[in-house]
C-alpha cells in the first residue's frame, strides 16, 4: 500500500481541529502507519518547503508553521497520495471546495489546515524527513477485509 505525509498544520493544532482531520482519514479507511507531535524549526522548514523559498510569502509560512508544535502522520492506504489530496481540497481554503478539509475548516491561503504530500515520490521523501523508519508501523487494521475489495488489492 502507499504512504503519504500528513501534517496537521498550527492553524490545525491551534484551532482543536486534530480530531476532526484525524477522524475524517480514519473514516475514510486509511491507516495511521505514524504520528507524533513536534516543533518545526527553520531547518526542516527549508527543506521541506524548498521550492518556495524564494517567494514572497515565505517568511510569513514559516512563522505561521512554526506557530505551535504541529502533529506529523504517515498515512497509508491504495493510492494514498491521491486520495488524501482530494480530501485535503486545493491550497486556498476559500477556494478548496466544501466536503474538503480545507474548504470546510479554513478561509486562508497559508493557514490551510494540513499539508499533503503532492506525488508518491515526494511522499517517500518527505516521509524520510519527518520519521525515523522504526516510528511507522505494520499492525492489522480493518482495511483489507472490510475496506477494500479483492479488485483494490490487486496490484
Ligand atoms: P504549495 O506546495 O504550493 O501548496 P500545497 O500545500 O497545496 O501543496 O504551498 C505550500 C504551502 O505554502 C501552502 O499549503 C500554504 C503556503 N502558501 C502561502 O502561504 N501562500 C501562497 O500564496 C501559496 C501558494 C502557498
Not at 13 to 31: H, P, S
Not at 102 to 126: L, M, W
Not at 128 to 155: N, V
Request: charged share 25%.
Amino acid at each position: 500500500m502507499e504512504q503519504t505525509l500528513v501534517i496537521l498544520k498550527p492553524s490545525c493544532v491551534a484551532r482543536g481541529l486534530m480530531g476532526e482531520v484525524i477522524g475524517r482519514l480514519e473514516a475514510k479507511g486509511l491507516i495511521v502507519a505514524g504520528m507524533k507531535m513536534m516543533q518545526l524549526d527553520e531547518q526542516i522548514l527549508r527543506e521541506h518547503y524548498s521550492h518556495l523559498v524564494d517567494k514572497p510569502f515565505f517568511p510569513s509560512l514559516m512563522k505561521s508553521m512554526m506557530a505551535t508544535p504541529v502533529v506529523v502522520m504517515c498515512v497509508e492506504g491504495v493510492e494514498a497520495v491521491r486520495v488524501v489530496r482530494a480530501m485535503a481540497g486545493v491550497t486556498n481554503g476559500r477556494n478548496a471546495a466544501l466536503g474538503t478539509i480545507r474548504g470546510d475548516f479554513s478561509v486562508s491561503g497559508q493557514k490551510n489546515i494540513v499539508h499533503a504530500s503532492d506525488s508518491p515520490e515526494n511522499a517517500v521523501v518527505e516521509l524520510a524527513r519527518f520519521f525515523k523508519p522504526e516510528e511507522i508501523f505494520s499492525y492489522e487494521t480493518a482495511a483489507y477485509s472490510y475496506c477494500y475489495g479483492d479488485d483494490d488489492l490487486k496490484d
